[in-house]
C-alpha cells in the first residue's frame, strides 16, 4: 500500500482526506510535527505539506520544504 504523509495543520483537512485516500486504497499518516515530519519522510511514497504553517506564513512552509528535499527525494506537493 502507498504510504502519503501528511503535514496540515487545519482542523478538518485531514478528516476529509481520510476516507477520499482509503477509497483510492492509498494509506495515510498524519504527522503534528516539522520532526515528526523528518522523521516518518523515509517510509513515505508522497508528502503533502501545507506551506502556510500556523502563523508563520509561507516562508516558513517554504524553508521546510527545501529542508525536505534535502533530506529526501519523495515527491513533495
Do not use: C, F
Amino acid at each position: 500500500m502507498e504510504n502519503i504523509l501528511i503535514y496540515n495543520n487545519q482542523t478538518g483537512i485531514l478528516e476529509k482526506m481520510a476516507p477520499l485516500l482509503a477509497g483510492e486504497g492509498l494509506g495515510m499518516q498524519a504527522v503534528e510535527s516539522v520532526s515528526e515530519l523528518v522523521q516518518n519522510i523515509a517510509h513515505a511514497h508522497l508528502v503533502l505539506v501545507d506551506v502556510e504553517l500556523s502563523d508563520k506564513g509561507w516562508g516558513q512552509g517554504i524553508e521546510l520544504i527545501s529542508g525536505l528535499r534535502e533530506k529526501s527525494s519523495v515527491p513533495i506537493i
